[in-house]
């Protein structure tokens, strides 16, 4: 039987590290795309560097020559494009360097796979999105609904799209797209909104952060769990045939609701008070107190900051996964809303307290060289 080659591209990101775990886990020789950095610790995928399937190369999604080498020389079964500038409100601010990497970069893998003459051997992923739906023409969304891109980031993601349709009518390759909504977890980057609330409601609970600023609090998001869908992506490429799919949870909520549940698991009730950029978060009870904060009820902690709406901003989001559930037997309610939110602050709560007891060990240690005590 031949061997399972995968090669990731955006292996240092929330999706390729558990991807990584699940594609091992498999029996698969898992190979990851890895770009120069002045910082080298990767630290969502350290504790699987060393294992031996597992290997890093450097190349770069804006370097058709690196890919082309590597892909010839990886000779992958499978390809997992998970690689792209991610953040919506930065593709504002950086749109030529998003539309580089997230739609030529996607050209450029199926060229690298064409150059090859892996066209008939080389399974394609994409990471298509929901941001697709952008300005959402209805609700809510499955494969059939049309796009409506809404940012820069968007409107690169849909040449991706379209750029994997093309090749697979084309040249009869087997390219795919998972359109994902929303996932999230404890490796989420700490710009996106959940990552960013669940750590400052742990700061916060732990008496690190006053408060803590957000933008659009009414946005609808349909929020699931990265671990879930990892696997999804590996269903799609195992399908009979290549097809798109939609991979959600099917269950909205918004932004404000995500905030009021991460507070709640880390001890603070909120109400909410004022409309747009008035409105406040304030504690309306305290069950868990930390030694650490001198939170009481009526404090405000959370508030709207102008500097977080967007120029355009995608408010409806909400996926059907029926297609997903039916032709893979995938599952969308493996994790629910509120497992994903405990899970998150959980581990933020740990992280905030451990990243404590390290910052006054390295205090006391800093003391006693000084004072002589130890050498
Ligand atoms: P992420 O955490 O932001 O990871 C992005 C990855 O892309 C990182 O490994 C990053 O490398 C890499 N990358 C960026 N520019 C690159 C370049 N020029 N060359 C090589 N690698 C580059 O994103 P994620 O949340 O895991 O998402 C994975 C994919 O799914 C992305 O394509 C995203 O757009 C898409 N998506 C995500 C969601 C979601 O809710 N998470 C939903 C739908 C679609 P560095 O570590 O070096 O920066
Ligand atoms: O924003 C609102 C914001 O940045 C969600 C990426 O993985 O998912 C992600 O994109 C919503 C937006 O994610 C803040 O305006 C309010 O309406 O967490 P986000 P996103 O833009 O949905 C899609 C599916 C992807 O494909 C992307 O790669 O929350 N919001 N206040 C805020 N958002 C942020 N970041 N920060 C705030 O303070």
């Given amino acids: 039987m031949s061997k399972n080659i995968a090669l990731i591209t955006g292996v240092t990101g929330q999706d390729g590290s558990y991807l990584s775990e699940f594609l091992l886990a498999k029996g698969y020789e898992v190979h990851g795309i890895i770009r120069r950095s002045s910082v080298d610790f990767r630290e969502r995928i350290a504790h699987l560097e060393g294992t031996p399937n597992f290997h890093l190369h450097y190349a770069d999604m804006g370097d058709s020559m690196s890919l082309v080498k590597l892909v010839g020389k990886v000779q992958p079964t499978e390809i997992y494009n998970l690689a792209a500038q991610s953040h919506v409100q930065v593709s504002f601010d950086a749109p030529e360097f998003t539309a580089d990497v997230d739609a030529v970069g996607v050209l450029r893998i199926l060229e690298a796979v064409r150059t090859n003459h892996l066209e008939k051997t080389c399974k394609i992923y994409q990471a298509s999105t929901s941001e697709l739906y952008g300005k959402v023409e209805e609700v809510p969304q499955n494969e059939k609904t049309p796009f409506h891109p809404y940012s820069p980031y968007a409107v690169a993601k849909l040449y991706g799209y379209w750029i994997i349709k093309e090749y697979r009518e084309a040249y009869d390759m087997f390219c795919c797209s998972g359109i994902l909504f929303n996932h999230e977890s404890e490796r989420r980057g700490e710009t996106f909104v959940t990552r960013k609330i ?82 406040k978060g304030i504690i309306s009870n305290i069950s868990n107190p930390s030694n650490a904060s001198n939170l009481k009820v009526g404090d405000v902690v959370v508030a709207v900051s102008e500097a977080f709406y967007r120029p355009t901003d995608v408010v409806n989001l909400w996926g059907d996964p029926t297609k997903a559930k039916n032709e893979l037997g995938w599952n969308p309610q493996t994790t629910s809303f509120e497992q994903l939110v405990q899970i998150m602050v959980k581990h933020d709560m740990e992280k905030v307290a451990a990243d404590h007891v390290a910052s006054v060990m390295r205090t006391n240690l800093a003391e006693y060289l000084e004072k002589g005590i130890v050498k």
């Fill in 198 to 279: 669940t750590l400052a409601a742990a700061r916060i609970a732990q008496g690190k952060q006053d408060c803590l600023y957000l933008g659009n609090l009414d946005s609808l998001r349909d929020w699931g769990y990265a671990k879930d869908y990892v696997e999804c992506m590996w269903l799609i490429l195992q399908h009979d045939k290549p097809e798109d799919f939609v991979i959600a949870t099917g269950v909205q909520h918004t932004v404000r609701e995500f905030a009021t549940l991460a507070f709640h698991y880390a001890g603070i009730d909120l109400r909410w008070e004022g409309e747009g950029v008035n409105e």
